[in-house]
């Protein structure tokens, strides 16, 4: 199991602005997208989840509301605001600069 | 607007923390239920999918922390929380936090208010424009040291050739300013009047805010002149009604009133009048006028004076016979107005500070104390996880508190001390009117409120966080905690009170003890009973002598013989101060007198008695009479002083002396009378010259009558001030005794020793109050050992001893500090005292011995409580 400390650091950000890019998610589904997208590789932990949460709504990244899921239950949704999504461009192109730069190293060495 | 939504988040999170936290519960709860649901689909048992989602999800607790802190406001948040515990802790102990804040209030206050003072009068910009640009021209002697303030007067020839030679002033001017008879819409008063120069107002960027500046028909010599009114007096005397433009103000001469000035503008002292200047320029040597002027923006204080040398070098080879030997000095005007007062305010604020540092060493030991008994519930927080940083920062926190209280009940205390120190300080205080509680001595309390809360706090709060968990938990054991190291701590920082009191103790001693001497001083007259009644009568004539003279001749004559009255005379200038200086000459006049190089001599008008009526005694010779008048000899009386400076060996009978007063006349010498102390009873007697008042004209319409009473000299004043109405309507007078004027001249000196005695009252107490609680605090510690001791036999009497001499101790540590310190220290007295030295042993002794007293009935209570312990409670307890 990969934990969130072994992601690269600020890689969560980008995971989870991506993640909820298409439509809002509540914290549970955003987890579990990852999850099963990575193909179980990436196991986000709640402990990191939330914080990472409230510290992306503070930047004024994302937003949260209340609202119903599938189930009818209450959960909370988080989006994308528009400076949320400039930022996932911009994080989106260091990470492509980063993990090229990376293969590159990794098979020319 | 990013910034309006992040900060809109913070603020929710910080005010609405209920309901955010709910919504964080409400998610986390969602979250764990979905992991439930999920577990329970992978076929585990409900009781098993709820324990294993739990176990992913954590401490809760923690989990909402990690939030918190990462919505940043965690360090509001714990400061809200700290002062909202603070405050809870101050009030569970009412009396610790009364006593802590009273202490700190007292210093605080003492502080404030002192620096109010400081504040107006050194440090705050004179209110005209470009204050800094203001300068005084004034007259020295290069030969010597002026002895009166008089001698810094300019003459208006001399000024006349200094304004048309320098190039270093934007504007120029000089004045004069005196209590004047004045009859304004009908009133006769004394009123403030300054004869100004032409450029006087733009010395100062002054123009009028009603009516218009004086004209150049207005400012020339031998016109009718006319007058600007100060705002104040518009106000009182004319209801501010603009139509006051054109009316008469006769003060004393018919003057047309041209405009109303600002509010605020009262140069030179609280002036209700300035006229123009339009009297004959009199001589070289007349100096009877003050110069100021405005520096041009590219010159500077050092350029100014060396201009002014050479003009003053100049005019010294032009006119040798008046000038030589004279210079001029540049000096910026806040100077010359603070110069004297500025050592002195210094001084104080150092003293009041020194309270201040005992009021923080007080309250430190007090913090100290509480401490100890706080051990246990700062052991169980640091057992719980607060970091040492977060204990520190609780108990600092509640330091911060203490003093902010302190410091708003302080401002409280300021408030009302500066009032008092305005109504204390002598009247000469420049700026008195001015002083109060601005914005700048509120950021002073603030200011020392945060230092002395670090001061006071953070040693107590470094103690109390040093805490052995195993041992403070530990039932009982809390007596022990930092006893040692704490207990040390105390000694050291009551001996440190113990000093500084001593230190101010010995300063106020010391100015006591001149101050006495002061008082003791024998003025060579006597000032009981004495009514001063100062008249001026305007008569339709200024300078004719004959109405004003007749007047008081009637006044005289009408008074001596009212029952009561033992004798009456009057005088240009009632003992206590200096009006008129001069030099003088003995012997016939040479053909070019060098008057630079006479003696100085106080000159003064007298009416026949006025001798009898102050006590001063005639030592040999008559006294004037009547009959010195214009048409007969011209007659002089001299004091002791000028005798044996100029005749020692001779009779001064007979002899013929001139001054340089109105006239040159030479004087025959009548009669020799006793010294006076002329400037008060710090400053020697000088040289005087009495001349009677029908032989002179200076000062023509006002005299001071000065009238012995058997009785109380105030009860005459009605009296008085009756029979001067039936001779005139106009005639302003005003009444005071001999001995209220003599208070005035000590008014500097009684302030500081009174402000010294206050403070070193303030200190002793605070000292003392931390000696008992420091051998109150050792009795608890020591009780079980006491009790031992007592019930192995000890008798009380050693008890006793033992406490005491511990008290005794500590006090004797201070007090050796505190009298080294003080050898040191009081020599910064030096210039206030007046025959007394800074290291006077009998001071010293008086101190020692005044601190050994206090400090035994400090440390008595406690050593009584230790012998009345009972051996078995005392043991029992352990």
Same mark, same amino acid.
């Given at each position: 199991m990969s934990k969130p400390t072994d992601l690269v650091q600020g890689t969560l950000d980008l995971l989870i602005l991506k993640t909820i890019s298409l439509e809002p998610k509540h914290g549970w589904a955003i987890a579990k997208r990852i999850q099963q997208v990575s193909r179980e590789a990436l196991q986000i932990q709640q402990g990191s989840l939330y914080p990472a949460l409230h510290r992306l709504e503070q930047q004024g990244w994302i937003k949260a509301q209340w609202a119903e899921t599938e189930t009818g239950r209450q959960a909370k949704f988080y989006s994308l605001t528009r400076a949320g999504r400039n930022q996932l461009d911009e994080e989106l192109a260091s990470w492509n600069r980063l993990s090229k730069a990376i293969n590159l190293v990794v098979r020319e060495a | 607007m990013r910034l309006w939504k992040k900060l809109r988040l913070r603020l929710r999170t910080l005010f609405r923390r209920n309901s955010v936290d709910r919504e964080l519960d409400a998610e986390l709860q969602f979250h764990i239920e979905e992991q439930i649901a999920e577990n329970r689909a992978a076929g585990l048992s409900n009781e098993e999918a709820r324990y294993a989602a739990l176990r992913t999800v954590g401490g809760i607790t923690q989990f909402r922390e990690e939030c918190r802190d990462m919505r940043r406001v965690n360090y509001i948040d714990d400061l809200l929380r700290d002062l909202r515990y603070a405050g809870r802790n101050l009030r569970r102990s009412p009396g610790f936090a009364t006593l802590a804040v009273l202490i700190m209030a007292l210093g605080i206050g003492a502080n404030t208010a002192v620096f109010s003072v400081v504040n107006t009068?050194?440090?705050? #910009? $004179?209110?005209?424009?470009?204050? !800094?640009?203001i300068v005084t021209l004034s007259d020295f002697l290069s030969t010597g040291q002026s002895?009166?303030?008089?001698?810094?007067q300019v003459s208006i020839p001399d000024f006349q050739d200094w304004h048309d030679q =320098? =190039?270093?002033?934007?504007a120029m001017a000089y004045y004069s300013s005196r209590e004047e008879a004045t009859i304004a819409n009908g009133a006769a008063e004394f009123a403030r009047r300054t004869p100004v120069s032409p450029e006087f107002f733009r010395v100062f960027g002054v123009e009028p805010i009603v009516g218009r500046p004086f004209t150049a028909e207005e400012m020339k010599r031998g016109s009718g002149g006319a007058a600007m009114i100060s705002y104040a007096f518009w106000q009182s005397?004319?209801?501010? !009604?603009?139509?006051?433009?054109?009316q008469t103000i006769r003060a004393p001469g018919p003057r047309p009133i041209a405009g109303v000035l600002p509010?605020?503008?009262?140069?030179?002292?609280?002036?209700d009048v300035w006229v123009s200047a339009v009297g004959p320029p009199g001589?070289? @040597?007349? &100096?009877?006028w003050l110069a100021i002027s405005r520096l041009k923006a590219s010159v500077t204080l050092e350029q100014a004076q060396a201009e002014m040398s050479t003009i003053a070098r100049r005019l010294e080879q032009q006119y040798p016979e008046s000038n030589k030997g004279r210079s001029v000095a540049v000096t910026r005007m806040r100077d010359e107005m603070i110069g004297n007062v500025r050592f002195t305010l210094y001084l104080l604020l150092g003293a009041v500070s020194v309270v201040l540092l005992i009021a923080c060493a007080n309250t430190a030991t007090l913090l100290l104390g509480k401490a100890t008994a706080r051990t246990r519930e700062v052991a169980v927080r640091a057992a719980l996880g607060a970091s040492r940083h977060r204990i520190l920062k609780q108990l600092v926190t509640e330091s911060l508190l203490l003093a902010f209280i302190a410091g708003a009940s302080g401002l409280l205390l300021a408030y009302l001390g500066s009032k008092a120190l305005v109504a204390l300080?002598?009247? !000469?205080?420049?700026?008195?009117?001015?002083?109060g509680v601005d914005r700048w001595v509120l950021a002073f309390t603030l200011g020392i409120s945060l230092i002395t809360s670090l001061l006071f706090g953070v040693v107590p709060a470094l103690y109390a966080s040093k805490v052995d968990l195993s041992d403070a938990l530990k039932q009982g054991a809390t007596r022990l905690v930092g006893g040692g190291g704490m207990m040390r701590m105390r000694g050291v920082l009551v001996v440190a009170e113990i000093a500084l009191a001593v230190v101010l103790l010995c300063s106020a001693g010391l100015l006591i003890k001149s101050f006495v001497a002061l008082q003791n001083?024998?003025?060579?007259?006597?000032?009981?009973?004495v009514l001063v009644m100062r008249a001026t009568v305007t008569a339709?004539?200024?300078?004719?002598?004959n109405p004003t003279r007749q007047f008081f001749k009637d006044m005289l004559s009408r008074a001596s013989s009212? #029952?009561?009255?033992?004798a009456a005379g009057a005088t240009m200038t009632p003992p206590g101060n200096v009006d008129s200086t001069g030099a003088y000459m003995i012997g016939p006049l040479p053909a070019n007198p060098d008057w630079t190089r006479s003696p100085f001599v106080v000159t003064s008008i007298v009416a026949p008695g006025t001798f009898a009526a102050l006590g001063i005694? $005639?030592?040999s010779g008559r006294d004037f009479t009547d009959? !010195?008048?214009?048409?007969r000899p011209f007659v002089a009386i001299v004091n002791e002083a000028l005798v044996g400076k100029?005749?020692?060996? &001779?009779?001064?009978?007979g002899q013929t002396i001139h001054c340089t007063f109105d006239s040159l006349n030479g004087m025959t010498i009548i009669g020799v009378v006793g010294d006076v102390h002329q400037r008060g009873p710090e400053r020697e007697s000088m040289p005087e010259c009495y001349m009677p008042? @029908?032989?002179?004209?200076?000062?023509?319409?006002a005299l001071n009558m000065v009238v012995r009473t058997a @009785?109380? #000299?105030?009860?005459l004043a009605e009296t008085l001030r009756r029979l001067a109405r039936e001779r005139s309507s106009d005639v302003p007078m005003k009444f005071t005794t001999m001995e209220a004027i003599l208070s005035e001249n000590v008014a500097a000196p009684r302030f500081r020793t009174l402000l010294f005695t206050v403070f070193a009252g303030l200190a002793v107490s605070l000292a003392m109050a931390g000696v008992y609680g420091v051998m109150a605090y050792a009795v608890g510690q020591r009780s079980n050992e006491i009790g031992l001791r007592i019930a192995l036999g000890a008798r009380m009497g050693s008890v006793l001893r033992l406490i005491l001499g511990q008290g005794l101790a500590l006090t004797g540590v201070g007090l050796a500090l505190g009298l080294a310190a003080a050898v040191v220290g009081t020599r910064l007295l030096k210039s206030m005292l007046?025959?007394?030295?800074?290291?006077?042993p009998v001071v010293y002794l008086a101190v020692a011995i005044l601190l050994g007293i206090v400090a035994l009935v400090a440390s008595y209570l406690p050593a009584r409580r230790a012998s009345k312990i009972d051996p078995l409670t005392a043991i029992r307890q352990e």
């Open positions: - | 009068v050194l440090l705050k #910009p $004179l209110s005209f424009r470009d204050p !800094d640009r002895p009166t303030a008089l001698s810094k =320098s =190039s270093s002033f934007e005397h004319f209801g501010g !009604d603009p139509r006051v433009l054109g509010p605020g503008f009262r140069f030179p002292s609280n002036t001589s070289r @040597g007349g &100096q009877n300080a002598p009247a !000469d205080l420049p700026r008195l009117a001015e002083i001083v024998a003025l060579g007259f006597r000032p009981e009973n339709p004539h200024p300078f004719g002598l009212i #029952p009561g009255v033992l005694p $005639l030592k009959n !010195d008048v214009m048409d100029s005749m020692a060996n &001779q009779d001064p009978i008042y @029908g032989q002179h004209a200076f000062n023509g319409p @009785g109380d #000299p105030n009860a007046f025959r007394v030295q800074p290291n006077d």
